[in-house]
């Protein structure tokens, strides 16, 4: 079974908790410190090499104590551990590793992982979460079904990365044409939120998005963006939507002169 669970920071433990009577060198929290250093600089070195990528398992050879891991791509240095015995899969902790991942940042948006101070305790309610999953995992009768796994990553990608229809209609956002040159697009203008020094490159895995954003300026509609870019205004909104919710940017709707004015 899942006995710890660990998330770490920058090196640092943001989140940790043992949900067995047994004691390790995780559970134990005066070295917790100490050891979310380590297992932080382990991942870290091993990546250094092209060949080996990252740890995704470790084994101690004098216990049946295993470490599974799981790095977050899209938040730089942000890992996720679980300690397990040799009676558990690991392609169980694998899936419950992944699932709480997703769960971690639908809670918590993901400027306060970023801007995290290094108080553990402010994602204590986390507990809660981690003990349902541990559970579904642990009893045969209540794990997920294929369904589930697949339902949960779609509920993720729509509040993350689509805009609802509703909300399509209720603006109106629909494609001009020659007979609706004013179009709601030509209204909205992205203007970003982030400093000159601050580099998206680490939180952006996605090409267009990277181009999108490299190319606001505070001045460009979304329908000008579109043109330049040569792509739909519905996708510039969506990945501009995606954007403001990572809080990079933020839109404005502007009100456009006519000729007369």
Same mark, same amino acid.
């Given at each position: ?146 369904? #589930? +796994?697949?339902?949960? @990553? ?8 689509? *805009? %609802?229809? !509703?909300? &399509? /209609? ?22 970003? #939120? +982030?400093?000159?020094? @601050? ?8 090409? *267009? %998005?990277? !181009?999108? &954003? /490299? ?23 969506? +990945? ?18 006519? /000729?007369?004015?």
């Amino acid at each position: 079974m899942i006995r710890d669970v660990l998330i770490i920071k920058d090196g640092l433990p943001m989140f940790s908790k043992n949900f067995t009577d047994r004691k390790n060198f995780i559970s134990d929290q005066s070295n917790l410190i100490l050891v979310s250093g380590f297992l932080s600089a382990l991942n870290s070195f091993s990546e250094e090499f092209e060949d080996l990528g990252s740890i995704k398992e470790l084994k101690l050879s004098q216990s049946n104590f295993r470490l599974a891991f799981l790095k977050d791509n899209s938040i730089p240095n942000l890992i996720y551990l679980a300690s397990f015995d040799e009676e558990t899969n690991s392609v169980n902790v694998e899936r419950f590793l992944k699932k709480m991942s997703h769960k971690f940042l639908k809670k918590y948006t993901i400027n306060k992982i970023v801007d995290w101070d290094g108080r553990s305790e402010i994602f204590e309610s986390f507990t809660e979460t981690v003990k349902n999953y541990i559970e579904k995992e642990s009893d045969p009768n209540k794990q997920g079904s294929e369904d #589930e +796994i697949v339902n949960l @990553f779609k509920e993720i990608q729509n509040n993350i990365e689509e *805009i %609802s229809e !509703k909300d &399509l /209609k209720m603006r109106n956002l629909s494609q001009p044409t020659e007979k609706n040159v004013d179009s709601i697009f030509q209204r909205i203008i992205p203007i970003s #939120e +982030i400093s000159e020094d @601050f580099n998206p490159e680490f939180y952006l895995t996605g090409d *267009i %998005s990277k !181009k999108v &954003l /490299k190319n606001i300026d505070g001045r460009k509609s979304i329908y000008a963006l579109s043109k330049e870019l040569n792509l739909t205004e519905e996708k510039i909104y969506n +990945i501009c939507k995606n954007l403001v919710k990572l809080g990079f940017l933020r839109l404005k709707e502007v009100q456009l002169l006519t /000729k007369s004015e």
